[in-house]
């Protein structure tokens, strides 16, 4: 989906970034505040988070159909 130059230095980051998220859960900073609203319709998204990459990932895709997924450096 990316142009080889830009994967390294993107697992870079995301591993820099997962490694400070799960700093700061072990740290009691995990909580998300969600309007109120959101949240009745949502109960869970505030809580379970874990796989909140992976499901944004597959909204993604799923919002291009059959077509597939093009970095938009490619296009």
């Known amino acids: 989906m990316l142009r080889q130059p830009f ?4 697992q ?3 591993a ?3 490694l400070q998220h799960e700093e700061d859960v072990r740290a009691g ?3 998300v505040y969600l309007p ?4 009745r319709k949502y109960p ?3 809580t379970d988070c874990a796989d909140l990459a992976t499901t944004m990932i597959y909204t993604h895709v799923l919002n291009k159909g059959g077509k597939g997924v093009k970095s938009p450096l490619e296009l």
Do not use: D, F, N
């Open 7 to 10: 994967i390294e230095p993107l």
């Open 29 to 31: 900073h995990g909580a």
């Open 36 to 39: 109120y609203t959101l949240e």
């Open 16 to 18: 820099r970034v997962k």
């Open 12 to 14: 870079r980051h995301l």
């Open 44 to 46: 869970a998204a505030a």
